[in-house]
């Protein structure tokens, strides 16, 4: 019987403020689905870097006969003797998990490879001869770049030093400020939510206050009097977290799904990732709404 009284009180809290309701709902959505965004950017970032950090080399291009910096000019083609030297430094050093050697022909074949079916134009213009030849060095971890870099810059018969993961950091920093706006602005519209839900609370309560009166005097405890305030705000925390799993959902499978298509590797996140976010989305969701309406009251409901 109690509970059946609660559910009631609680459904006609909803329909006595259905506009604000509505506009709980929309604005928790809405943030929601800002905060969910900005998680799967996360982890499709953190994914990505994972995914890169194992196959990102080093490159250090030799000196051919059309190089232009100075040291190549003035002492000509690598020849065996320097690409020997640079492979014993690079065999002393214990940051180097290994390396491959590519002659030019190689080189070139395998930038025909790279981008012969993406960017056909470019690979055109490359003759047989542009690309020098070069060695990739595979680190044991990424953060030793700069210190490989030092070692191996300026050795005989070195043109340039090639690093690709500086070009990359550009490309992630990019996502990281998008991730970094989607959240804030998340927060901002959490905030919002958090004021419209105890504006809402507050006005239920005082339309229903002859109601908490007589409850009052009837001997009803204060969590049995509150409790159908608290259940209006979880429900339209819920609601709210419901659709904005729907437009979550959406996110992964239409904007990083397309990132994928236009980096071409499968780093694509997996439904354990995705029911994660929608999870903590929808939780954050009922635990807004509720604890804002147990404020609200503590404040406004004179009991």
Known sequence: MRAQFVLSETWIGLRRNLTMTIAVITTVAISLTLFGAGLLVNQQVSEMRNYWD???????????????TQTCQENGPADADDRQELEDT?????QVADYNY?????????????????NEALANAAQEGDIPDNYRVQLTDPSYYDT????????????????DQRVLEQFFGLLDGLRAAALVLAGVQLAAAALLIGNTIRLSAYSRRRETGIMRLVGASNFYI????LLEGAVAGLVGGL?????????RFTLLTQIEDWFQFDVALGTGALLYVIGVSVILGVLLCTITSFLTLRRYLKI
């Open 54 to 68: 194992e196959r990102i080399t080093l490159t250090i291009y030799m000196c051919n006969e059309i190089s232009p």
């Open 90 to 94: 690079l065999n002393g050093l214990d």
């Open 102 to 118: 590519l002659t030019a022909a190689e080189a070139w074949q395998d930038f025909q490879d790279r981008l012969g079916s993406s």
């Open 148 to 163: 490989v870099r030092n070692a191996v810059e300026g050795s005989p018969g070195v043109d340039t030093v090639s690093d």
């Open 226 to 229: 509150q409790l159908p305030f």
């Open 243 to 251: 659709i904005a799993s729907g437009f979550i959902v959406a996110t």
